[in-house]
């Protein structure tokens, strides 16, 4: 037990990089090698993978009972599995079966695929499911900073000071902050920094959007 506290990380990214070769392995075998069962196989590997990762980050908690940069990335990565994962994971999919299909000279996507893949490029769709993730996200980003904030002040009463006073972010000092320690502070400035930029840059599309291709 004392090994696994002490290469939690290396642990972690090997977990992840044996997801990326599960899933790349399913679509070979499925697609490529026409073994549908066994492609099976690696979706539940991957799946026990997520699994072991979210349990190791519960494990690790428990060992230390706070919440430290390992526990913040694993959730951040499991949220992610759960939630824009899924869609990410149908691209790759249509990706995988659009060049193996090139490969074999048989032709794997429907017409279902096709017509997604060509709503994909229209600039629509587009601004719409940016809009969409962009609201996700704030709210993801909202309901975990409140749930640190409450963690960090031991109630909600001075909440509403911070909000209203945003002058401990200019300082720089967690224990100025409505955070506990440093790890969530500093995780939580950089996350704000990438929401915002996500923020404007998935407004974009809709101010600034491009045109169709013909």
């Not at 599960?22 to 026409?34: K, Q, S």
């Not at 400035?189 to 840059?201: K, N």
Request: aromatic share 16%; glycine share 6%.
């Amino acid at each position: 037990m004392e090994s696994i506290f002490t290469y939690q990380w290396e642990i972690f990214i090997a977990a992840e990089i044996l997801s990326v070769i599960m899933l790349l392995l399913f679509g070979i075998t499925r697609y490529l090698l026409d073994r549908k069962q066994l492609s099976v196989i690696f979706i539940i590997l991957f799946l026990v993978l997520l699994i072991m990762e979210a349990i190791l980050g519960i494990w690790v908690y428990q060992q230390t009972g706070e919440i430290s940069n390992f526990q913040i990335i694993i959730t951040i990565f499991v949220v992610y599995a759960c939630t824009f994962g899924i869609t990410d994971f149908k691209r790759l999919d249509r990706w995988m079966r659009k060049i193996i299909g090139k490969w074999r000279s048989k032709e794997l996507l429907t017409e279902r695929d096709r017509a997604i893949m060509a709503k994909q490029k229209n600039p629509t769709y587009i601004a719409r499911k940016y809009r969409y993730s962009s609201i996700i996200h704030l709210i993801i980003f909202a309901s975990v900073q409140f749930i640190l904030w409450i963690y960090g002040l031991g109630g909600t009463e001075s909440i509403l000071d911070y909000i209203t006073d945003l002058s401990w972010i200019e300082n720089g000092d967690y224990r100025q902050s409505p955070y506990a320690n440093e790890t969530a502070f500093g995780l939580s400035m950089v996350w704000g920094i990438i929401f915002i930029v996500d923020f404007i840059y998935s407004w974009s599309y809709t101010i600034f959007p491009s045109k169709e291709d013909k």
